[in-house]
């Protein structure tokens, strides 16, 4: 990226917020990645709306990053600037059931915020381990609740550039996916409708849901969640466990034994190792099964 185009950036973030060859591994939940060129931190929706243009006007790559939960980033890294929302963390309410939360907060944060005020409907969504704007994107879900059914709009970035209010309908979301996935947009906040509640049952509720997690998912190791989509008609764990696959590894890279839908870092895994076991996987549940699985978690950079 030239001088020109970093020059630019330091006029919008502050240079403590603009890191040059940062290493992807220290921000995504697998703990592996090679460096970004540029990785910049924008304290504010303005800031956010002006990177994310310049970046455009002059051709450079970029990529959004909340918590880095769903991402595999190549170990040569990533060739571009990865935009951080780390710093859109505004969480408010707005009316009585209504929550306004920044692209950068974290699901348990705003799960723990709707708690404290007595609103029921984020409880499914405590455990998710991202930001409320990949939870957007994905259309997030677990234990039978998902991002669509409690969403009222969303503000973000058209792929024009402009900045818009979506409306649930409009953002169109399937199963972990959206149009603000399929088109590009870049989630600057989202406004979720939830209902009052006792706040005694949605802290059983929370716990209940968390203990599920801890007894049926790896939480002990460096993940990022489920690593496949669900089939339809089928479940993914069940069709690897099926497959033989259970504890099968490459590298540091291994298939949970505790959730064989889970693909773990057991310490030193690289990215490398992560995605030969991805394929792997795909290919001896399909020669067992027939079915073919599709990758939940997105891949970032160059993979042989």
Known sequence: MN??????????VL??????DEPMSRHTTFRCGGPATLFLRPGSEDELVRVVSLLKDNGQPYMLLGNGSNLLVSDKGYQGAVISLERLSELSL?????IRAQAGVLNSRIASFAREHSLAGFEFAAGIPGTI???MIMNAGAYGGEMKLITTSVRAITPDGEVKELSAEDCDFGYRTSVLKREGYVVLSALLQLQKGNEKEITDLMTELALKRKEKQPLEY???GSTFKRPEGYFAGKLIEDAGLKGFSVGDAAVSDK???FVINKGQATSADIY???REVQKKVFEDSGVTLE???ILVGEFD
């Open 3 to 12: 001088s020109e185009v970093i020059d630019a950036l330091s006029k919008i």
């Open 15 to 20: 240079k403590e917020n603009i890191l040059k």
């Open 94 to 98: 707005e009316g009585e059931t209504s």
């Open 133 to 135: 704007g990949g939870a």
């Open 222 to 224: 460096p993940s990022a």
């Open 259 to 261: 959730h064989c839908g």
């Open 276 to 278: 030969k076991l991805i």
């Open 295 to 297: 990758p939940e978690v």
